[in-house]
């Protein structure tokens, strides 16, 4: 019996470092490059699912976040944590608590503003930031499957300068024949934490 139980706490202790290994960060084994500016956003989402014609609140799926943007002259590397805190989650839409990431390439556009290319935890895709700094995102989502309701995520931001507002739309949603067929969407609101300037 004895020797049923330490194999037993030698198995979970194995599987507790090897879990403590793992993120969904990209790997690196150098220091952080120092970025020419970085940007943080604190705030709350309020999701809504479509149904019947009609977008539904889904209080459970709220959820708090917390961003950090590092902007490089080539590309940004955001980082994402979200955390959802209504006892009645089910857990559909993965872990109660999850960190996304994000690195966006830039290059110059036309109109003045930035074109993106982006690949992450959420999936790859493309996007364009306007001159006037609202942007729009769309990615074909990694974890299409199956079981997986939606196949496209199309995220929309606009920052409040003045009064150092966020507001972002999460869209999950699904593109068939041009047509497109409405999952869930969060809208997030947030306050934008500066770099000093130096």
Same mark, same amino acid.
């Given at each position: 019996?004895?020797? +049923?139980?330490?194999?037993?706490?030698?198995?979970?202790?194995?599987?507790?470092?090897?879990?403590?290994?793992?993120?969904?960060?990209?790997? /690196?084994?150098?220091?952080?490059? *120092?970025?020419?500016?970085?940007?943080?956003?604190?705030? +709350?989402?309020?999701?809504?699912?479509?149904?019947?014609?009609?977008?539904?609140?889904?209080?459970?799926?709220?959820?708090?976040?917390?961003?950090? %943007?590092?902007?490089?002259?080539? !590309?940004?590397?955001?980082?994402?944590?979200?955390?959802?805190?209504?006892?009645?989650?089910? &857990? !559909?839409?993965?872990?109660?608590?999850? /960190?996304?990431?994000? /690195?966006?390439?830039?290059?110059?556009?036309?109109?003045?503003?930035?074109?993106?290319?982006?690949? &992450? *935890?959420?999936?790859?895709? /493309?996007? +364009?930031?306007?001159?006037?700094?609202?942007?729009?995102?769309?990615?074909?989502?990694?974890?299409?499957?199956?079981?997986?309701?939606?196949?496209?995520?199309?995220? *929309?931001?606009?920052?409040?300068?003045?009064?150092?507002?966020?507001? %972002? *739309?999460?869209?999950?949603?699904? !593109?068939?024949?041009?047509?497109?067929?409405?999952?869930?969407?969060?809208?997030?609101?947030?306050?934008?934490?500066?770099?000093?300037?130096?």
């Amino acid at each position: 019996m004895r020797r +049923h139980f330490l194999l037993l706490v030698a198995i979970a202790l194995y599987l507790a470092a090897c879990s403590s290994l793992q993120t969904p960060l990209p790997l /690196t084994d150098q220091p952080p490059q *120092s970025p020419l500016s970085s940007i943080v956003f604190a705030g +709350h989402a309020r999701a809504a699912r479509f149904d019947a014609g009609n977008w539904l609140p889904v209080p459970e799926h709220d959820y708090d976040f917390i961003v950090l %943007e590092r902007r490089f002259a080539d !590309r940004w590397e955001v980082v994402k944590e979200i955390h959802r805190r209504h006892p009645r989650y089910d &857990g !559909r839409a993965g872990p109660r608590d999850q /960190t996304l990431y994000f /690195t966006v390439r830039t290059s110059p556009a036309v109109d003045g503003g930035l074109d993106l290319a982006v690949e &992450g *935890s959420l999936g790859v895709g /493309t996007g +364009h930031m306007g001159p006037g700094g609202g942007l729009v995102i769309e990615l074909v989502t990694a974890s299409r499957g199956w079981f997986v309701p939606f196949d496209r995520v199309r995220i *929309s931001q606009s920052r409040e300068e003045a009064s150092g507002r966020l507001f %972002e *739309s999460v869209e999950l949603f699904s !593109r068939l024949e041009g047509k497109e067929k409405a999952f869930m969407k969060m809208a997030e609101e947030g306050i934008v934490y500066r770099q000093p300037a130096p």
